[in-house]
């Protein structure tokens, strides 16, 4: 199915075409508050971040697609979002064949595979512009948490970016270009990318990311979406009733609280990408690639219920695709309605 991008406005109602394909698809921009239209119809992002790896290994595999496309569609997932290109069309057909679409996160220096730094990101988006799995072009992940990437100068990184989306939208007219922020962005960053057309935010605010749609009105006008949010099922320490170690009800109930802010916000959110699909074993760099390590990368203090982030815990499955708790409080919310 051909997919045609628009995006809905609240009264008062402003529009003014953003982009516009030869056949006249378009994504516009201005009003109040936007939400996102593919083929008419509302679309609300029930989505998960899905960067498959095996046990022992670094490297996405797609080995079990099959297994985790029936696994997204049992809890209602309609939106997975990649941390690199799909170069596989098969995988992509797949996808789309089990009515899930992808949010392509394309990279700035990634050795100059398909990245921003060497332009040949714009070979992917003109390769696989036509694939009816893509729903968004998403530029970079969290980058305003990296000056020391861009120089020690986060202008080098929007200037980039926006040059990126440019470019992008001159390939590709048919779909908005997003990017995905460390937290909320703030006026540097939205003045200086006036063509990203949707706002993608990691947002780790304990149990509790309300404030971001308070504040999201008041700055810009385009659409957004939590590009990352949840919580691990590991507790480094008890705390709030929860017990040390391993503890699915205490993701389970962030899982559940988080979600209930996002669906209290629908004429400003446009979803959520939850993090993640499964487990992660191989993100302890002091760990085993074979082994379940409680450790991770240095913890945010937003994260419940122990501000510690242990990162091989992430998933709403374990990494043997066996459905945590917090898995099946995303399907209560996804199928039942409940975003949106």
């Known amino acids: 199915m051909r997919l045609v991008f628009v995006l809905l406005l609240s009264v008062p109602l402003f529009i003014f075409t ?23 119809e509302p679309y609300t992002i029930k989505g998960v971040c899905y960067h498959p790896v095996p046990k022992g290994s670094r490297v996405r595999s797609f080995d079990r697609l099959e297994e985790d496309l029936a696994l997204m569609q049992e809890a209602g997932i309609n939106t997975v979002r990649v941390y690199e290109p799909i170069t596989d069309r098969g995988v992509l057909d797949a996808i789309a064949a089990a009515g ?15 990245d921003i730094l060497s332009g040949t990101f714009a070979d992917y988006v003109r390769e696989y512009k036509d694939h009816e799995a893509i729903l968004l072009w998403e530029l970079g992940n ?26 992008t939208k001159q390939i590709d007219p048919t779909r908005p270009v997003a990017t995905a922020h460390g937290e909320l962005p703030d006026a540097q960053a939205l003045e200086s990318c006036p063509n990203i057309d949707v706002w993608g935010m990691n947002v780790y605010r304990w149990d509790n990311p309300e404030g971001i ?17 949840g919580a691990d099922s590991y507790m480094a320490n008890a705390a709030d009733g929860y017990a040390a170690g391993p ?16 669906a209290r916000f629908p004429e400003v959110s446009s979803g959520v990408a939850i993090f993640a699909f499964d487990d992660e074993w191989w993100k302890d760099d002091e760990g085993s690639l074979d082994i379940h390590d409680a450790g991770g990368r240095p913890p ?26 917090a898995f099946e409080v995303v399907r209560e919310f996804f199928l039942g309605d409940r975003l949106q």
């Open 100 to 114: 899930v679409r992808v949010i392509i996160s394309i990279g700035y220096n990634q050795g100059g595979n398909f």
């Open 300 to 325: 945010p203090a937003g994260v419940p219920y122990d501000a510690v982030a242990n990162e091989e815990y992430w998933g709403i499955l374990t990494i043997d695709r066996e459905p945590k708790e």
């Open 18 to 40: 953003g982009c516009t394909s030869p056949a006249g698809d378009s994504v516009s921009t201005g009003g109040s508050v936007q939400k996102l239209i593919i083929d008419g």
């Open 213 to 229: 749609f308070i504040d999201w009105p008041k700055i810009s006008n385009k659409p957004m979406y939590l590009s990352e949010a």
């Open 247 to 262: 503890n699915e009800k205490a993701q389970a109930d962030a899982m559940r609280a988080i979600l209930n802010d996002i």
């Open 142 to 167: 969290e980058y305003n948490y990296h000056p020391d990437w861009f120089g020690g100068d986060m202008q080098n990184w929007y200037d980039a970016l926006d040059a990126a989306a440019v470019l």
